[in-house]
């Protein structure tokens, strides 16, 4: 069982072009969320989605936007990237929004430049 | 929004027992919980307590007390593979998980 799978693994952009960040579970799982990650500011939540066709904003979700057209994938996208935005994505599913555990992808490491 | 706050670094040698606290003011509280990630490597989950108390998975227990706003990880019987950095996080009453900033454990031989 693959689990949770992102791509690409790591990224160099340059400012003002746009991205999609892939996530893909295999777990049937109705919840998924994208997080970044930023040294000494920890996981922070961008965008959420408790089950196909609904979605919802994070803690930091300007500069990014989520789609949710099917149980398994679950995309960010960056219209216009910012270096502010250099960071690692990781994408996370749990079975519920009420889930006991929530597991995560391998990341995506996303420079912009 | 949350207010977490764990150390930042804590050492220790090969054997002996640590101690990670974690402090947070929630708006709502629908559980805390702690997880494990290696340098370059995705978080994984170590554990889970909604109700007061000590949970405890082999070498691993977690603490809460939701009164308090306090949790403890409690590692024991370290091993040099323990080196890593070790997330708390609190889950608040929308259900949205927030994290503290990571405490980076370095195991000595």
């Known amino acids: 069982t693959a689990g949770i799978t992102q791509a690409p693994t790591s990224q160099i952009l340059a400012a003002g072009r746009s991205m999609t960040l892939r996530c893909t579970q295999d777990m049937r799982h109705n919840a998924m969320y994208w997080y970044r990650q930023d040294l000494g500011l920890g996981l922070r939540l961008i965008h959420y989605?408790?089950?196909?066709?609904?979605?919802g904003k994070g803690e930091v979700p300007d500069g990014y936007s989520v789609s949710r057209a099917n149980t398994d994938d679950f995309p960010l996208t960056l219209a216009s990237a910012v270096p502010s935005q250099t960071s690692v994505y990781f994408c996370?599913?749990?079975?519920?929004?009420?889930?006991?555990?929530?597991?995560f992808g391998p990341g995506t490491r996303l420079t912009v430049l | 929004g949350q207010n977490i706050d764990q150390p930042t670094e804590m050492t220790a040698t090969e054997g002996a027992i640590v101690q990670i606290n974690c402090t947070y003011q929630?708006?709502?509280?629908?559980?805390l919980f702690w997880y494990q990630q290696h340098a370059g490597e995705a978080p994984t989950f170590l554990s889970y307590?909604?109700?007061?108390g000590l949970e405890e998975k082999g070498r691993f227990s977690s603490f809460l007390s939701r009164s308090k706003g306090y949790s403890y990880l409690l590692l024991k019987e370290l091993q040099l593979k323990d080196s890593a950095s070790y997330l708390c996080?609190?889950?608040?009453?929308?259900?949205?998980?927030?994290f503290g900033a990571g405490t980076t454990v370095t195991v000595r031989a």
């Open positions: 996370a599913s749990s079975d519920s929004e009420v889930g006991t555990e929530q597991f």
């Open positions: 989605s408790n089950t196909a066709g609904t979605t």
């Open positions: 929630t708006s709502g509280f629908n559980g």
């Open positions: 996080a609190v889950r608040d009453g929308d259900y949205k998980l927030s």
């Open positions: 307590n909604v109700l007061d």
